[in-house]
């Protein structure tokens, strides 16, 4: 049997340092907002190469306090690839603003540039792009949009820990870029975090307060706050983390080009663009007949994944929210997109047997 994911496969190289981390942080008696925390929020933000980061509970959080730094008038219009993870499409929500559905491109299955200037009305504030699968966003082309009509720009880094285009990584294309380091994520922790990244101070204190009641100072609360706050213990892990991260990146990368280079061509499968440096959170490959396909490949002992199975226009909690926001091309790929397996933990030998499998199909 080859797995889809193990977590247990996927931390075990790095258990020895975890112990040492855990008694650190318990015999210190401070768990929270803490030495740990800085340490990670400091070597995240040299890792993204911007000013500042600041770590958070979880991903979602990650994106709804960006949008709240952001203090826009309720009501107002954020613009939204049609195909990303239900994520991101709450964090408008929960701020009280309107999702505004762009569709991706069908080869890169990133927001297309060229279709957002139409949905763009007098009162649209943002653009959240998703660099979905860890391939980046054609930001260029984006952040012109963007500075044409005045629009903030939030990235949705959870996917994209480390990817690049023309060498400035996820999270510093924007002006906030919002992580998740749920476990399966390439940066991955062993319980919920998430981080943001910004290089405006005004923004980066925005953020602090939000995650810890309003407040910067203890008792004075400032702004509407939150408890969104990382523990200690996540910050601690995540930094050993992180110093693995190039490796398990280098090592997807590896194994996406096995696939790229193996699998035969009835298989739609990612693109590799000039500029990009992707790093695979996932691997997904498109096929008409995507659920005979994964039938078959669970036969022959291999898991897969389907990201996503429904658009999230298809949602039923978002059919007030966008049901009159058709979206033909994420409903595409919905149902025919296909995650092959292609954890840290896979070798080449388990890639090869998968290409071998499907190449049969
Ligand atoms: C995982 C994910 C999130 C949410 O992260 P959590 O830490 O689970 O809250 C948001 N957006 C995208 C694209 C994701 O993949």
Redesign the pocket.
Known sequence: MIEYENLLKVNQDAFDEYREAFDRVLKSGWYILGEQVKNFEQAFSAYCNTRYCIGVA??????ILSLKALDLEPGSEVIVPSN??I??ILSIVHNGLQPILVEPDINTYNIDPSLIEEKITSRTRAIMV?H?YGKLCNMEAIRAIAFKHDLKIIE?C??AHGASYHETRAGNWGDLG?F???PT?NLGALG???AVTCNDEMLKNKIANLRNYGSSVKYHNEDIGFNSRLDELQAALLSIKLKRLDHINSHKRSLAHLYLNGLKEDFIKPVVQEGYFDVY?IFNIRHPKRDALKEYLLKHGIKTEIHYPIAPNKQPAMKEVLHDQPSPIAELIHSTTLSLPISYFHTTDDVSRVIEIMNCY
Request: a negative charge; zero cysteines.
């Open positions: 979880n991903g979602l959080d990650a994106l990303t993870y994520a991101t998703v979905l949705d959870a996917q919002a998740s380091f749920y994520k919920d975090a998430g959170h």
